[in-house]
């Protein structure tokens, strides 16, 4: 246990690290990133940055349609969010309805093993340099690789709220809190306070039960619930309060969290005075929105916009998941945060479309980039789709 705990601490640390880099780069000019990065250390025709559902499915498409692929990823396996999942998925058969989102990785697992691709994990990218080359720390070792097409399939971070302690120990976001006891075997506290009533919230909630945690309270700012229903009803069949118009005021403790204090806010979210509560607990965990990580692709100077319905700043894209500057592609959460089988949806669409402008048009490219498309828009009809759609909407109406 001692171990898990000191390799998840390294990985944050790591994680940490890694980010660090990436934002000192960022401040720097352009001409600073260029300084001796002409030459690469290894080259492929597609690069593909995330191994999580949307990168896994685009390097599957593009080395099957004949493309020599690199796919490289932070973790040490592979399948991003997935990983942690432990909960049958929703959707449709064909895209892993009723299958545990850990089983998923690996069912995904096994379409990265044609000869045309190279799985690198364990592999941070950590700054974009002209003319394609990516900078890539791996343990002690830093190398550079090209490409002429490069996916970004990076992901989401998980946001935040500001609350007076919120930086106290014991304060967590909710995809924290599932890495720490779904990959890593450790229990976070014991008597936890939720905030957020999407499905994220809902499940962590339940899995935090399934863990040996005692959830006080689950409050959400809104006037109603966020997820599915069917999430809901198990955690209040299990006896946990579910407070709708609720936020949380601040944390108490001193070197960590002993309670928080909670209270009621009106249709503008402003906290009601006279209605806070007291809850003794050691976590608060945010299950609070997630925003994509478009650092890398900001850093290579695609057009960056500002879109709510798709979580935040998000890089410009076609309905071919190329970007504003061509032979760039973003695909997943980085495009817009959404679902698992829109990431992979996406993932083979930028796959099937990168693999097309580096050979040329080719049928079975078209076939599937066309099916994809079908796919996806008839999965954004669905009540979860409308803001991912509206979003969409709202890229493909800019005029770039
Ligand atoms: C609790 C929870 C429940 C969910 N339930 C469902 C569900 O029931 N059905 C469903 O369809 N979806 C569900 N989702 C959503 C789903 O997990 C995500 O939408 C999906 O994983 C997004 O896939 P992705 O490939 O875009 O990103 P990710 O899965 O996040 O993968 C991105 C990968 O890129 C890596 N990475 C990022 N930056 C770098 C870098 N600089 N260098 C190297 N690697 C990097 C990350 O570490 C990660 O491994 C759920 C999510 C959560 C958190």
Redesign the pocket.
């Known amino acids: 246990m001692l171990a898990d705990f000191r390799s998840a601490l390294i990985h944050l640390n790591l994680?940490l690290s890694?980010f660090f880099l990436?934002i000192s780069h960022l401040s720097m000019p352009a001409s600073v990133l260029s300084y001796n990065m002409k030459q690469s250390d290894l080259t492929s025709d597609i690069l593909i940055?995330?191994?999580?559902?949307?990168?896994?499915s685009a390097g599957a498409v593009a080395a099957e349609l004949g493309a020599k692929v690199i796919i490289?990823?932070?973790?040490p396996v592979?399948?991003?969010?997935?990983?942690?999942?432990t909960?049958?998925?929703?959707?449709s058969k064909s895209?892993y309805c009723g299958v545990r989102?850990i089983d998923i990785a690996r069912i995904l697992e096994t379409k990265i093993t044609h000869p045309n691709i190279t799985m690198m994990c364990d592999?941070?990218?950590?700054g974009y340099y002209e003319d394609n080359v990516i900078g890539?720390v791996q343990g002690e070792k830093f190398t550079k690789l090209h490409a002429p097409k490069i996916i970004f399939?990076?992901?989401?971070a998980e946001n935040m709220i500001a609350f007076p302690n919120n930086d106290l120990p014991g304060v967590y976001g909710?995809?924290a809190v599932?890495t720490l006891m779904n990959v890593h075997g450790i229990r976070p506290g014991r008597r936890a306070l939720m905030v957020g009533s999407g499905?994220?919230g809902l499940?962590?909630s339940y899995?935090m039960i399934q863990a040996g945690i005692e959830v006080v309270a689950l409050i959400e700012a809104m006037d109603r619930i966020g997820g599915y229903n069917v999430h809901a009803a198990k955690l209040q069949r299990l006896g946990v309060p579910i407070l709708i118009s609720h936020t949380v005021k601040y944390a108490t403790g001193k070197d960590f969290v002993t309670g928080a204090v909670i209270v009621k806010v009106n249709k503008k979210w402003q906290p009601i005075k006279g209605t806070e509560k007291k809850l003794k607990v050691d976590m608060i965990c945010l299950?609070v929105g997630?925003t994509p990580?478009s650092e890398?692709l900001y850093q290579a100077g695609c057009k960056i916009v500002y879109v709510p319905d798709l979580g935040g700043n998000v890089a410009w894209h076609d309905k071919n998941m190329q970007t504003s500057i061509p032979g760039i592609y973003v695909?997943?959460?980085?495009?817009g945060?959404?679902?698992?089988?829109?990431?992979?949806l996406?993932?083979r669409i930028a796959g099937a479309a990168a693999y097309q402008s580096l050979k040329g048009v080719n049928l079975q490219a078209q076939e599937i980039i066309k099916l994809s498309k079908t796919e996806l828009d008839q999965i954004r009809q669905g009540p979860f789709g409308t803001r991912p759609r509206l979003g969409k909407e709202k890229l493909s109406a800019l005029k770039i």
């Open positions: 994680r890694a990436i940055i995330g191994g999580g559902p949307a990168g896994l490289l990823d932070d973790n592979v399948g991003g969010q997935l990983i942690k999942q909960h049958k998925f929703f959707g895209h989102g592999a941070s990218a950590i890539v399939a990076t992901g989401a909710a995809g599932q499905n994220i499940i962590v899995q299950a997630l990580l890398l695909a997943g959460d980085a495009s945060i959404e679902e698992a089988s829109t990431a992979m996406e993932g």
